[in-house]
């Protein structure tokens, strides 16, 4: 370890941001939030699904939030309707390596999406080529598009419906906001739809 380095300095440094942008995105973000719970709720209830990608830590965070709905959040329940469009290796393979990377999810979309079905995409940046080009076709064909970003939310919040821009230029700060707002939006489904209070449908 460097002699230069404070460990201490550094990890106080580190909280002190996080809470910074934490009470930031808190201020700014309570409306589109309720939009988006709001989109989500109503998907699952007219029968459609939630689809989610992004690249990278953005992926992991697809994948998670998935699964949440899928399996539970809360408490046990019945199954909730999303797919992560990042855990396909052959169609992601195939996808870059027969069509092109920029192609990787809305292809996909092509095969799965419906109109009334809620895309997510998550990028820090919103300007991945991939997920741009997915919000694109999402929106042709119909679905309602979300995004969770930052920064100046680039290109991504001109093709969403509804824009979670967090107000941070931190790749880090940015990435552990679009999970906790993910993961808002989860137990706030099981609430709206009545299931997280509910009796246990696997308890005997």
């Not at 409306?31 to 990608?53: C, D, M, P």
């Not at 109109?115 to 076709?137: H, K, M, Q, W, Y």
Request: glycine share 10%.
């Amino acid at each position: 370890m460097s002699d230069s380095f404070d460990s201490d300095r550094f990890y106080e440094a580190e909280f002190v941001e996080h809470r910074a942008v934490a009470e930031a995105t808190h201020r700014a973000l309570k409306a589109a939030f309720k939009q988006l719970l709001a989109q989500a709720v109503a998907t699952l209830q007219n029968g459609g699904k939630i689809l989610l990608f992004g690249n990278g830590g953005s992926a992991a965070d697809a994948q998670h939030l998935a699964t949440e709905l899928t399996v539970r959040y809360i408490k046990n329940r019945r199954a909730l309707a999303a797919i992560a469009l990042t855990t396909d290796s052959s169609a992601l393979t195939a996808i870059g390596n027969d069509i092109g990377f920029e192609r990787l999810f809305s292809r996909q979309i092509e095969a799965l999406g419906r109109p009334g079905d809620l895309a997510i995409g998550i990028t820090t940046s919103g300007a991945s080529p991939n997920v741009l080009e997915a919000f694109r076709v999402a929106r042709k064909m119909g679905l309602v598009v979300a995004c969770l970003t930052g920064k100046d939310g680039g290109k991504a919040k001109d093709l969403a419906d509804i824009a979670l821009i967090v107000p941070s230029n931190t790749t880090s700060r940015i990435q552990e906001m679009h999970i906790t707002l993910g993961q808002m939006m989860c137990g706030g489904i099981e609430h709206a739809l009545g299931i997280a209070d509910g009796p246990d449908p696997y308890s005997p």
